[in-house]
């Protein structure tokens, strides 16, 4: 327990950078994704969110921050695909990361089991910090319930039911803050500082930010766009 209140008192009201890059875009490298996390380290974050096992090794074995580990997996056309099922729990417990986090919206998994029935699953060869992704307050209050660690507001907007929230979802933070008593994680399309600010004024424990630092296509983008409507 001493273990993990460290590693939440070092992660309180910072950043924390998430560095991924899926097979279909240009970075898409665990050395490029370990580079990612040391700038990031550099430039003051506070922890590291990282996907898949290979990354994740690279990362833990030459940044010292704490991690929050996922391994993204698509079993057909299921949705959930954040760590869904334990065989991807397994893959990642060689790293010993502080946290692992999962999709913790309320769809199916891909292999049927409740939340709940994971959440047990992982409870016994995971002694570590369990963080929810969660899209609304509904399975942040479930999350908690069941005994999440953190909630993070990961997937708000992006769950058929949530299409069209705000984004980053200010009130969804300030609600989950009014009436949970574990860390809350703000993420998702936090993609300049003032939002990040707003997000902690709004009672985030942290803020995750990916894109907005880590990803150069959709920086350049962004430019490109402005550019185009002058």
Same mark, same amino acid.
């Given at each position: ?6 590693? $939440?008192?070092? =992660? ?7 560095? !991924?890059?899926? +097979?279909?875009?240009? @970075? ?9 996390? !040391?700038?990031?380290?550099? %430039? *003051? ?30 079993? *057909? ?8 099922? =334990? ?24 292999? *049927? ?13 995971? %002694?570590?910090? $369990? ?23 990961? @997937? ?15 009130? @969804? =933070? ?6 949970? &008593?574990?860390?809350?994680?703000? +993420? ?12 902690? &004024? ?27 409507? =002058?």
């Amino acid at each position: 327990m001493k273990c993990s209140e460290n590693v $939440l008192n070092r =992660i309180k009201g910072g950043l924390i950078v998430s560095c !991924q890059a899926l +097979e279909d875009e240009p @970075l898409h490298s665990s050395h490029i994704m370990m580079r990612m996390a !040391q700038a990031a380290l550099v %430039g *003051g974050a506070v922890g590291i969110r990282a996907n898949s096992p290979e990354d994740c090794a690279q990362i833990r074995q030459n940044v010292d921050l704490p991690m929050i580990a996922i391994y993204k997996k698509v079993y *057909g056309t299921c949705e959930v695909y954040i760590t869904p099922t =334990i065989e991807e729990v397994k893959e990642l417990l060689a790293i010993q990361p502080e946290i692992i986090a999962v999709d913790a919206t309320n769809r199916s998994r891909p292999d *049927g089991k409740t939340l709940k029935e994971f959440f047990k699953e992982i409870r016994k060869i995971y %002694g570590g910090l $369990l963080m929810a992704d969660i899209s609304n307050q509904e399975e942040g209050i479930e999350a908690e319930k069941i005994g999440f660690d953190i909630v993070s507001t990961t @997937l708000g907007g992006y769950t058929d039911y949530t299409l069209g929230r705000p984004k980053p979802d200010i009130e @969804l =933070i300030k609600n989950l803050k009014s009436i949970l &008593n574990v860390p809350i994680i703000a +993420e998702g399309n936090i993609d300049s500082p003032s939002h990040a600010v707003n997000c902690l &004024n709004a009672g985030a424990w942290a803020v995750v930010v990916g894109g907005a630092i880590t990803r150069p296509q959709l920086i350049t983008k962004k430019f490109v766009d402005a550019i185009k409507n =002058i």
